[in-house]
């Protein structure tokens, strides 16, 4: 989905639908989007005609993909996510960090970090990181938030 700056939607697509649905992987692009894959067994979404089971899926995300909440939008979370690729660092900030937690998971669905919020700017050690793509996700009251991470 693609939201404007004051959280109009612009468009959403839906590759699954109601039924049984999955994320499997993301890879990088050299345009600087993703190709996902993953997969689905039903077809109420943007996709039509189930061959027969679970049907699998590919997604690619355009480089300039970009999602924006305005301040103050209900179930929107905001925060900054400012990498350090020679010190091998991530710093997640956000203006009220109380009762918010940081999750990282990679592109297995593996959540490989969950930790509470305790400045209003927390720094995760990624050196132990492989190469790839990961999410990270601040959880808070009001809702969530996710931003990309890639570690090179």
């Known amino acids: 989905m693609k939201l404007d700056a004051a959280g109009e939607l612009q468009w959403q697509r839906c590759p699954g639908g109601n039924g049984s649905e999955s994320f499997s992987s993301a890879c990088p692009t050299t345009d ?9 067994s039903s077809t109420t979404g943007d996709v ?5 089971g679970y049907d699998a899926w590919v997604v690619k995300l355009l480089g300039d993909a970009e999602f924006i909440a305005p301040d103050g939008a209900p179930g929107s979370l ?11 660092t991530a710093q997640v900030c956000t203006q009220d960090p109380e009762h918010d937690q940081v999750t990282l998971v990679d592109a297995q669905g593996r959540m490989l970090l969950h930790m509470p919020m305790t400045d209003p700017c927390q720094m995760l050690d990624l050196r132990s990181l492989r190469h790839g793509l990961y999410l990270v996700t601040l959880h808070g009251e009001n809702g969530s938030s996710t931003q990309k991470l890639v570690v090179e």
Do not use: I, K, P
Not at 48 to 52: P, R, V
Not at 78 to 88: A, H, P, S, V
């Open 78 to 88: 905001l925060f900054t996510l400012q990498q350090d690729r020679t010190e091998g």
């Open 32 to 40: 600087g989007g993703y190709v996902l894959a993953g997969g689905s």
């Open 48 to 52: 039509s005609g189930n061959h027969g």
